[in-house]
């Protein structure tokens, strides 16, 4: 049984990675669906694609019947009236007349070559629109002979329809129909009356794609979208048949995707176009993949609970030995650490390496600890230290005195024999102290030339002497290369300042000025005032 866990704890994890990606080769069943759905959708919309170029063929051809009536009514009208100028009064009064007693137009007019109005008179659209004059002046295409434009009466849009007049095949002037949107009328009808239930709509452009009819108003009379979107989304899409679908998909303002055909009128150059939204086309399709899918929802639950079985089974030694470290529990760690079942070979040199990890942390917390309170160029604690070892004394209500101890003309020293001999005499000052230290007391460098003497539990006669003690023997010592210096000292304790021990460091600093100021070479007590 031992040599088979053994055995167990080799296995590596690429191993066991093999085996759940056999189990895995069971979920390609789901790849078939992908692909059948792939194939499906293709297929949709190419036949959706054909529907729609025969939808838009019917009405644009419904376009051209009309335009055809029309411009062979207004031929007939020209032939059996006009004779000279005068006639066209009679010919725009037979059309008008016949045009809006058929609800062929809303409204109606005629001008000669030049754009002036044969009778502007009793026309709403001539007398209510300010742009109605940019129409009249537009130059004559002979390649299209008939344009369209939009005016807007107040903020109601309108379509008019613009026919060149004809006699003896000379130009004589134009004709003007006027399809007001909110009124009905033939060609309303025809490019209007749409009974689709998908969300699909259809609308005109004229020869320039500008909109002259969108089921919503705001749209007429501005420039189609553009197909650019389409390459900036690099959608993509499978072609069927040689149909590349993305030259029929449009992307509209809101962002929605829509299949696309148009096609041209013959006559007037006019672009019938279809928007069909690609959500709804596919819907149905989809739900009967989901179908599909739902069927095969227990071999789905069966590898889903096997992948969950062995993950937990590969994951169990990692999560225990992630929630060890984690929780920061440090007492007993190790031996808690010892005790997981680390079945499998990287599980195993995970655990190896985590027990060496926490022996090496644990040893470089100690030498950081010790270093974060030492002061790296003279042994002693520094400020850091210091402040710890001030918290520890005030924890235990202990009574102690602090000497604050600073080097006379130190400066002068740096100036004149440069910082390197300067930190010698910091360092051989440091153990001329620390050769005078007692049990309980402690020595710790807060400044350059700054250092605080701790003597705990002591009177001030003890005190005092220990501070004259440390003044005389680096007075009496002799430096390398500076020879003699000299220290002022300030002493403060707890039993002059009562239990305000947090101030004694600031009343020693006060006694050490006091010093200096005595001359130097001095040690004086603070007295609280």
Same mark, same amino acid.
């Given at each position: ?91 725009? @009064?037979? #059309?008008?007349? %016949?045009?809006? $007693?058929?609800?062929? =137009?809303?409204? +109606?007019? !005629?001008?000669? /070559?030049? *754009? &002036? ?115 900036? @989304?690099? #959608?993509?899409? %499978?072609?069927? $048949?040689?149909?590349? =679908?993305?030259? +029929?998909? !449009?992307?509209? /303002?809101? *962002? &929605? ?132 070892? !001030? ?139």
């Amino acid at each position: 049984m031992s040599y088979f866990l053994l055995k167990l704890k080799k296995i590596r994890i690429h191993s066991l990675i093999v085996i759940l990606s056999f189990i895995g080769i069971s979920i390609t069943l789901f790849g078939g669906f992908y692909a059948s759905y792939k194939i499906q959708k293709s297929e949709l919309l190419s036949n959706t694609i054909q529907n729609n170029m025969v939808y838009v063929s019917k009405v644009a051809s419904s376009i051209d019947y009309f335009n055809f009536f029309v411009t062979r009514q207004i031929s007939k009208s020209v032939n059996s009236l006009f004779k000279d100028q005068e006639g066209m009064y009679l010919v725009e @009064n037979e #059309l008008r007349s %016949f045009f809006i $007693n058929f609800n062929v =137009f809303n409204g +109606f007019f !005629i001008t000669n /070559n030049n *754009g &002036d109005l044969i009778n502007d008179k009793g026309n709403k659209y001539l007398l209510d629109n300010n742009n109605i004059q940019n129409i009249l002046t537009k130059p004559y295409d002979a390649d299209s002979d008939i344009d369209a434009y939009i005016i807007f009466t107040g903020d109601e849009p309108s379509l008019v329809l613009r026919y060149p007049l004809k006699f003896d095949s000379q130009l004589i002037g134009f004709a003007f129909g006027i399809i007001d949107f909110k009124t009905e009328s033939v060609l309303k009808n025809i490019i209007s009356d749409h009974y689709h239930t998908d969300g699909s709509y259809t609308f005109l452009l004229n020869n320039n794609d500008f909109v002259i009819y969108h089921p919503d108003r705001e749209k007429i009379g501005t420039k189609k979208i553009t197909n650019q979107a389409i390459e900036k @989304n690099k #959608l993509k899409i %499978f072609l069927k $048949n040689k149909i590349d =679908f993305s030259k +029929f998909i !449009i992307i509209n /303002n809101e *962002g &929605d995707n829509f299949l696309g055909s148009s096609v041209m009128t013959s006559e007037s150059k006019f672009k019938v176009v279809i928007y069909r939204p690609i959500e709804k086309t596919v819907k149905i399709m989809e739900e009967t993949i989901i179908k599909v899918l739902l069927n095969t929802f227990i071999i789905g639950v069966i590898v889903i609970l096997v992948i969950y079985f062995f993950a937990k089974l590969i994951s169990r030694p990692i999560n225990q030995l992630a929630e060890e470290v984690y929780f920061e529990n440090s007492q007993g760690l190790k031996s808690r650490i010892k005790c997981i079942n680390a079945w499998y070979f990287e599980s195993s040199r995970l655990k190896s390496a985590i027990l060496k990890g926490i022996d090496l942390v644990g040893s470089q917390i100690i030498a950081l600890e010790a270093e974060t309170v030492t002061d790296s160029l003279t042994g002693l604690y520094n400020r850091r230290g210091l402040n710890k070892l !001030i918290l520890d004394l005030n924890s235990t209500k202990s009574i102690y005195s602090v000497l604050a101890i600073d080097i006379d003309y130190f400066k002068q020293v740096n100036d004149k024999f440069g910082h390197g001999v300067g930190d010698l005499v910091l360092i051989d000052l440091a153990k001329i102290m620390m050769s005078l230290l007692n049990e309980g007391e402690s020595i710790a460098r807060t400044g350059g030339e700054e250092f605080i003497y701790i003597i705990p539990k002591k009177d001030e006669h003890y005190v005092i002497n220990k501070a004259e003690l440390i003044r005389s023997k680096v007075a009496e010592y002799k430096f390398n290369t500076v020879g003699s210096i000299t220290v002022s000292i300030g002493i403060a304790t707890s039993l002059v300042v009562g239990e305000n021990k947090s101030d004694l460091i600031n009343n020693a600093d006060n006694a050490l000025y006091s010093a200096k100021r005595l001359g130097r070479n001095k040690t004086v007590v603070y007295f609280d005032e």
